[in-house]
């Protein structure tokens, strides 16, 4: 009872007040739909975070213990998962000083021993001074001492304040070019990382295009002239490929592809010579105007392409997959599909 | 015609005319929404219809998907071979429908390894998926018999963050080099850094998904694809029940109802442009 | 010749990482050597453009920030093409985040923008920072933004903050934009928010992610599309700021031209094959 039927309950009764939910002008429901359900599964899912993550710790400590394949990694993992909880948790790493009461007589000096310490640009500490009485030195320091040995310096040119940054706050605060301990953690591990893991979609995208963009039959051909069109159109280098060039290609591939089922060579060759002849005739009238024929103009097919046959195609397959998100959720709220409870 | 769709077509008409009397008084039900809680009473009652017509015994009809068929083709293979199943569930939480399905194909695929004793190896990326993958894990290898083969450390939370998630299921590939590869799930632009990898180590892979923008990479790089509601039918389709078949069914006609008020919406705007009708059908559809 | 076709046959089954080394050289020579292309907008940069340039002085713009860092190259020129427009036609800011990674990638932009305009937090801008909930939290902004959002990201409360006199939910603005890489994004926006509540929006998002948008735009849901990091370019040609994305083009186009050019000699090896095997 307990692991079936209590959660099929659960699921059946949610998923219908969710449902009709919204039909009711009652204040009540409409809460409990538009905040309070999302909120309630919000909080859950940030517990469950614990399972994870202890899951995880507990497996790679194990391959640690047990000196596993490859084990020496998990301590790298096992290091900065407690590094970024102390950086996030623990540790602040957030102190910002801020200097007032500097006579103006000695604010070129002040801005000196500034950027000094800072690493900034004296010119705008100058302009910063001078805009403010209560100026905060564009740094954010990770440790109170550092701050204070800055402090120190300046003592005898005006009062100075160390504040920490408030808790949260420390998490994304930046001043200049520098902020918190977590924000240090963010900028210079986390995002070059995760932008690696990202380019490496360009490789892949290469090598995928390279083995799977083959003229084997109707719709592979159609796949490859639509990829490569985009692939042009949409860089700058696509606008400075002339659209009669293109032109001209198309007619000799025209031509390459009628050739097999022609039996008289000479009318393939008189095609193609015609299609050139008229092409050239119709550059000269209009003095090879660089985006025209459009037809040709690799910026404007792919706008073509996006706004037609990729709008039409999106659609449908959103329908589709609306359609048959809707199939499965009806087929949940009314206990009929049980299988993620284990029941088949 | 049909009786029992009579008593439904007379019990959603009954639903739809309280609605609007109550709707009258204001009371109940707020305005605005009345074109989609009458969509919503359509498509259940529809879907309610072809699953009772099934469990009646009404054969329904449902085409071979070739992604679904090579389920048992690849765990096969990876037994054969040696190696274990890869099973990437998606990169979203259990708020996604994606997410459900990919968990029910996992039932289905983790009694097959159960049976021939394959290896599975399932790295997720959410919590409440991990829980949720384990017990459906454990049910299917209690259902073979298997429950000596089934360890809760088969399915492992690996990270929250989508490219972390990436590099982690990469690493797994190259390390463990799987035989099978399967990707049923919601994910974004990691798909085709998993597809690419699994592709280079010879893997067969099987992928399934509800994002439109990834289903192009996994069909580049995959051996089979499920697109669209043919991820969603699934379950259905594995299980053969009659009641779960008859509402693929039932999707499928509301699927025809949506072109046949496509089609009106289209001839109608046409006539109200030119002048021909009054009657802007555009304001039939519009729910705020 | 029959070396020679050999020879292609063998290219054509070149190792993949031969093809990596070719696809990263494209990129990394024009960034090392820069090279200078003409950039022309499209026309939906340029609706996207249109629709912030019509707005009235002192209006009011929500921006929300939903990518990380993995999108950041794509997104972020976008960001600040936007906010120098924004900033330079004295619109004022209000920026949230539906990604956690949203925070720090506002907080960045904001960070160049000030050191660039001379700006008054909570006077010209105003940073109301992450909120977890994902649809949720636009349908929070949708209805009662005051009892969602109590503080901003520096911890002061919404009440005083002077521009935030006024606004209570989505209706309050006079556009949105909203600089997405995926969920929650912009489909949720227009969804919840700004389609039912009938306000004008715009969005910039990752390449990959404009098939799902493009239906939304060409209803005229959105208003004008910025495609990826060439839709960037576009839109900091048309601020006249070229930034980032116009110094990664050439890489782009290089890279793309390599690309094309090794599917075009794989369908010539593919063919040579064919026609081998075909004889045989």
Redesign the interface.
Known sequence: MMKRQIPLLIVIVVGLITLFGHFFSNQGIQNFVDNDSTQWYDIIASFAIFLGALNLLKLQLMKIYKKQNNWQYSILAVLGFFFALFAGFLYRGAYTVSLSGVAVENHQEVAGIIATGTHNNVALITAGLEGNDDYTIPMVFMTEGGAEALGEDLSSYGATVISPVQWGAHLTVKLGNSGSLFWWIFNYIFTPLSATMFALLAFFVASASYRAFRIRNFEATLLLSAGIILMLGRVPVGQMISPWFVGFIFILAMGAVIAPMVKNKFITVSIVVAGIAILTVWGVLTGWDSTRPAIFYFPVLQEWIFNVPTTAGARAIMIGIGLGIVGTSFRIIIGLERSFLGEK | MNKRALILAGFGAVIILIYFQLLKSGIIFRPGNEPMFIAVILVSLTILFYTDRAKRGEKIYLRSIAGLQALEEAVGRATEMGKPVLFVPGIMDMDQVETVSGLIILGYVAEMTAQYEAGLNVPVSRSIVMEAARETCKESYLKQGRPDQYFDDMVHYLTDDQFAYAAGVNGIMLREKPAACFYQGKFYAESLILAETGNSIGAIQIAGTGSPSQIPFFVTACDYTLIGEEFFTASAYLSNRPELLGSIKGQDIVKLLVMICMILVFIFTGLHHYGWTNLDILTLFTSR | MKKFIDILIKLGSVD?RY??VL??LS?LIPLIWPIN????A???SQNVFNAIEGLAPNSKVLVSFEY??????EIHPMSLALLRQLFENGLKVYATALWPDG??MS??AF?TME?EYDLEYGVDYVNLGFR?????VV??IA?DIPTLYTTD???IQITAIPMMKGIHDVKDFDFVFSLS???PGTKEWVQYACD?HNVPMSTGC???????V??YV?HGQVKGIL??M?GA?EYEKLVNHPGLATGM??A?????????A??IF??IT??VQRKRDQKK
């Open positions: 993949r093809i990596f696809v990263g990129v292309i003409p950039i022309r499209t026309q939906q990380g860092p993995s999108t950041k190259p925070l720090f907080a960045d960070g050191s977890p909930g994902n649809e949720a349908k929070g209805a990201t520096r911890g890489a995926g969920y039912p990752t390449s990959i992610q404009v098939t799902e493009i239906p060409e495609a990826g060439p370019a083009m050439a782009q186009s290089f890279a793309h031209l390599v690309i094309v090794f599917i794989g369908n593919y063919f």
